[in-house]
């Protein structure tokens, strides 16, 4: 990689924080092809071992008094489960599986591509886009179901003064589309600012003098990221039912 | 999105993409990000809906209804044991009354008892009370009488003897003693 042209440049350091973020083939050739194993599906392969692992393996004892893996299983359970029973409320418990899913694979990818070496699907917009993608349009597809046309007076303030509706409505149709935006650059973005920064904290650890400090930023960053990769996961769990309770109940 | 000015840059990037090399260079660009690089989409978005399917199959016929059924019976396990906690205690409450009760009933039947008691003792005081005021007034009634005899008697003794006196008196001065007058002097005098 084009590592040395960069390096002399920064007279000795040596920063590319985004290197980290490359998807390579993991089998040798260059080419990237729609079903090429590469990395990135490396890690997913790995997310999906680790969501076994813990919900089916660490609960398969199904004790009534629960081990560490299993507790954690259930808390995991537990915590989507309330989520959308208390956000998007108890007719949108049909959708939990689907719900648990995304913050499962958000959560364990997160969590993954904090261990040294390994790669972030979620920093990637290609994963979030779909995920947030798929939100949507399950969203959508489901406020048009229950409840029709009705489903657009979701963007017909009727609480607001009759001159201001349609202004209203213009900003709230924007304001819907530019939703799977948000919801999958939020995610992303912070993954990728996080490990990012580590990277160049690292890049300048290769300095004796300052490498302490860079070594306790680092540390602290990862400190930091561990937080984000759980809160990134739950925001985009929780804004999922935030949009689901629009579309199962629309009115304001 | 910035997606038409990447376009471009995808474009750009397309001309070396045949090789990794071309790629490479691309993405390790520091203003480059690796996530724009649209090449690489069609790959990520390929796995990420398998893995997504899998993990929706996995969590959804297998872990989620394990999990939920664990967690049903943890519940119904503590809501028994909480019932039967409650019924115990309901038990405890009962024996506790039972208890109270038999003291209860054990002191009012001491009660009984000592009330009992005492009117016995009362009553056995007061025939013995009673025979004891008998036997003394008897007693006493009896000394009474002996009691007067002994006064009558000593009287008797008393005008005898003063008869007698007054006789020999009498007699002594030379006089006929006349035992009538004798007699009711006697008695007038002792009357006093």
């Known amino acids: 990689m084009a590592t040395e042209a960069h390096g002399a440049e920064e007279g000795g350091l040596v920063f590319h924080p985004m290197d980290q973020f490359i998807v390579k083939p993991l089998f040798g050739g260059s080419d990237v092809g729609m079903f090429t194993i590469t990395n990135a599906t490396l890690w997913m392969f790995i997310a999906v071992v680790a969501v076994i692992a813990l919900m089916v393996l660490g609960t398969s004892r199904r004790a009534i008094i629960p081990s560490r893996s299993q507790s954690i299983g259930e808390m995991a359970y537990g915590l989507v489960y309330k989520m959308v029973e208390d956000v998007a409320g108890k007719d949108a418990l049909a959708f939990f599986p689907y719900i648990m899913t995304l913050f499962m694979f958000i959560v364990m990818s997160n969590f993954l591509g904090l261990i040294p070496l390994s790669f972030t699907t979620t920093s990637h917009f290609a994963v979030t886009i779909v995920l947030a993608l798929l939100v949507f349009v399950t969203v959508t597809v489901v406020g048009f179901v229950k409840h029709g046309t009705k489903f657009l007076g979701l963007f017909w303030v009727s609480s607001a003064p009759l001159a201001l509706r349609p202004v209203l409505a213009v900003i709230e149709v924007i304001s819907y589309f530019v939703r799977p935006v948000s919801h999958s650059i939020r995610l992303a973005g912070n993954l990728m600012a996080g490990h990012a920064v580590i990277k160049v904290f690292a890049g300048f650890a290769a300095l004796a003098v300052v490498s302490p400090v860079s070594v306790l930023a680092i540390t602290a960053m990862y400190g930091l990221e561990i937080l984000v990769s759980f809160i990134q996961a739950y925001v985009f769990t929780i804004l999922t039912c935030v949009y689901l309770k629009d579309a199962l109940h629309p009115s304001h | ?192």
Do not use: C
């Not at chain 2, 989409?41 to 059924?69: D, E, H, K, M």
């Not at chain 2, 009354?97 to 016995?120: F, G, P, S, V």
């Open chain 2, 1 to 192: 999105m910035a997606t038409e000015t990447h376009g471009t840059e995808a474009g750009h990037a397309a001309d070396g993409l045949a090789d990794a090399t071309g790629v490479a260079t691309h993405s390790a660009d520091f203003a480059g990000m690796p996530q724009l690089n649209f090449d690489h989409w069609g790959n990520q978005i390929f796995w990420l809906l398998i893995t997504l399917v899998v993990i929706y199959f996995v969590l959804s016929r297998i872990a989620l209804p394990r999990i939920a059924a664990v967690l049903a019976e943890r519940q119904g396990t503590i809501t028994n044991d909480l019932a039967k906690a409650e019924e115990l205690k309901r038990k405890a409450g009962e024996a506790e009354q039972a208890y109270d009760k038999a003291l209860a009933d054990a002191r009012a039947e001491a009660q009984n008892i000592i009330a009992e008691t005492k009117a016995e003792i009362a009553a056995e005081l007061k025939l013995a009370t009673d025979k004891a005021d008998a036997e003394i007034a008897a007693k006493s009634a009896e000394l009474e009488a002996a009691i007067a005899e002994i006064r009558a008697s000593a009287m008797e003794h008393v005008v005898e003897v003063a008869r007698d006196t007054a006789a020999e008196i009498v007699k002594v001065l030379g006089g006929n003693a006349d035992a009538a007058a004798i007699d009711a002097a006697v008695a007038q005098r002792t009357k006093g």
